[in-house]
């Protein structure tokens, strides 16, 4: 019942199902076959059936009419409209088809049922289809209900070769209170799987780490034990079985991180440790036994020595997970960044197709107050960017623009490109200011009017104090020298004292508080002109 056909005919179905006596036939020969939808045309057979008993058309025939209603043909069914009400005639007098006439059928009740049949044909269903259809719909209820947890990872695991639906899963499983949790090295199997309440991330998922890759990695486990370090993993799997790349991909992934150290370490001597391993591996087998010749020597497990390195930032761990898997695994980017959100933006990229489907679905309120070319701002993190050539050899930009809710394409048109085009590069932390395009059948976009960059609120402001904007320009080549070094999320200020004016500096040149940059501003522009504003 629920597509474009049927639909308007769902309170009359609803009424007949709770008041038999509001059933009505156009004509008594209907009741037979709608009797079981309440006198309302639901499935392709009744169509059929129609046509046979009141038209009296063949098998052969009623399916064609069937098929013409399905492909909109306009002409065929005009054609057949004659046909079921008049019916056909040969050359020589001979009856073929009797029509609604013939079997005593008025020509304004035929006319009202064949009406009746082309507003909803193009969209019915077949009966086994439907019924098909309700079966799964019924089991799948079922599953949801009682084993959610095991249902959630089933549909990961259909799902694994494309990151993007991935994502919109583990969120939806977040949404449902079950956690998903990060792969582990010595937890993890190729496929998501359910451990108590939660669901336990699959390998397989992993960038460059193949479904022959993880079993080999069960099956050493299972066979010699768990991992208690790199080390131990790369003594324990069968070298032949994984490369250097894989390793790489799980360090990235956060596969590793139950041993404690530093995914910056690990990728610092991971190479080294399976060329160690190997080579003491082919040395064995080239002959090395024992004193007496009856068994192999241990292999030596080398020593590590870990270089002191500190752990890459918090968004840089975040955006090797992103590589590896498509998706955040230990956290987003946009977590310190939720007050923000809440005090610059007017509302969430999930609010906006809530809003969407509940105009599809004709529900107002409130709650649902945005509509197409309705302005909103927006903010979060820059996904994708993809830059195109119009016809009149402009350039134009196509953004996904993530927050913490979902992701939404942005539009950026060439005259707004030119203003905003340093703003725009992947993992951005952007205000967006546009209009929303919601039209129908159409995936919601924003149409981009302004992008500023994202601030933390309460976050440390750094203030650059100059005599005039000349001095400002002069001083800028060392000033980008030394933000270069100084990476972070602090906005950097400079005010003109002439015009007593505040220019904020572009994303790329905010900062990292600590004592090294502030000696450094200290000597390029004077103590006195430096102020940190917390």
């Not at 084993?147 to 259909?158: Q, R």
């Not at 799987?193 to 099956?219: C, P, Q, W, Y």
């Not at 391993?277 to 241990?298: A, H, P, T, Y």
């Not at 105009?359 to 107002?364: A, N």
Request: charged letters at 25%.
């Amino acid at each position: 019942l629920y597509r474009p056909g049927p639909m308007a005919e769902i309170p009359r179905y609803i009424e007949g199902k709770r008041n038999k006596d509001s059933v009505h036939y156009e004509t008594p020969e209907l009741e037979s076959i709608l009797d079981v939808t309440y006198g309302v045309m639901v499935y392709q057979e009744q169509v059929m059936q129609i046509v046979r008993d009141l038209g009296g058309y063949s098998l052969g025939r009623s399916d064609m009419v069937r098929r013409a209603m399905s492909k909109k043909k306009h002409s065929v069914m005009e054609q057949e409209r004659k046909n079921f009400i008049y019916g056909i005639v040969d050359d020589n007098g001979n009856v073929e088809v009797p029509g609604c006439l013939r079997n005593g059928i008025s020509e304004e009740a035929a006319n009202k049922i064949f009406d009746s049949m082309m507003d909803f044909a193009s969209y019915a269903f077949n009966k086994s289809h439907a019924a098909a259809y309700a079966v799964v719909g019924y089991q799948t209820a079922y599953l949801m209900h009682y084993y959610p947890v095991e249902m959630i990872a089933a549909m990961l695991n259909s799902v694994m070769g494309t990151a993007e639906k991935v994502a919109h899963y583990i969120n939806f499983a977040e949404s449902q209170g079950i956690q998903v949790l990060p792969p582990a090295i010595n937890e993890s199997y190729s496929k998501f799987t359910v451990k108590g309440d939660t669901i336990r991330f699959g390998l397989a998922a992993i960038k460059n780490v193949g479904f022959n890759v993880v079993e080999s990695i069960v099956a050493s486990r299972s066979a010699k034990g768990r991992f208690e370090s790199l080390v131990d993993f790369i003594n324990k799997i069968d070298l032949s079985a994984i490369n250097k790349r894989a390793v790489e991909s799980l360090i990235k992934a956060g596969a590793f991180d139950e041993f404690k150290i530093f995914r910056s370490k690990l990728l610092a001597v991971y190479e080294k440790v399976m060329d160690s391993v190997s080579n003491e591996k082919k040395r064995n087998i080239d002959g090395q036994i024992s004193l007496f010749g009856l068994v192999e020597e241990n292999i030596n497990e080398p020593e590590v020595k870990y270089p002191n390195i500190n752990e890459f930032s918090k968004n840089n761990l975040l955006a090797m997970e992103k590589e590896m898997t498509g998706m955040y695994l230990t956290g987003h980017p946009l977590d310190e960044y939720v007050q923000s959100l809440k005090m610059y933006t007017s509302i969430s990229i999930d609010d906006i197709y809530k809003c969407q489907q509940a105009h599809l679905e004709g529900v107002d309120g409130e709650e649902y107050s945005i509509h197409d070319e309705d302005k909103v701002i927006l903010g979060g993190i820059i996904a994708e960017v993809n830059q195109k050539v119009t016809r009149s050899n402009s350039i134009m930009a196509f953004l996904k623009l993530e927050d913490l809710s979902g992701s939404i394409e942005v539009i950026v048109f060439p005259k707004t490109l030119d203003k905003v085009r340093n703003l725009i590069t992947p993992d951005s932390m952007v205000i967006i200011k546009g209009r929303v395009s919601m039209k129908e059948d159409e995936p919601v976009k924003l149409i981009c009017e302004t992008i500023e960059p994202l601030e933390k609120v309460n976050s440390t402001k750094v203030f650059i104090r100059v005599d005039n904007l000349k001095k400002a320009k002069e001083t800028k080549p060392s000033l980008i020298g030394i933000t270069s070094e100084h990476k972070g999320d602090s906005a950097l200020y400079i005010f003109t004292a002439d015009d007593r004016k505040n220019y904020r500096m572009p994303r790329e040149m905010w900062v990292r508080v600590n004592n090294d940059l502030l000696d450094q501003l200290y000597k390029l522009y004077g103590e006195e002109n430096i102020k940190i504003v917390e």
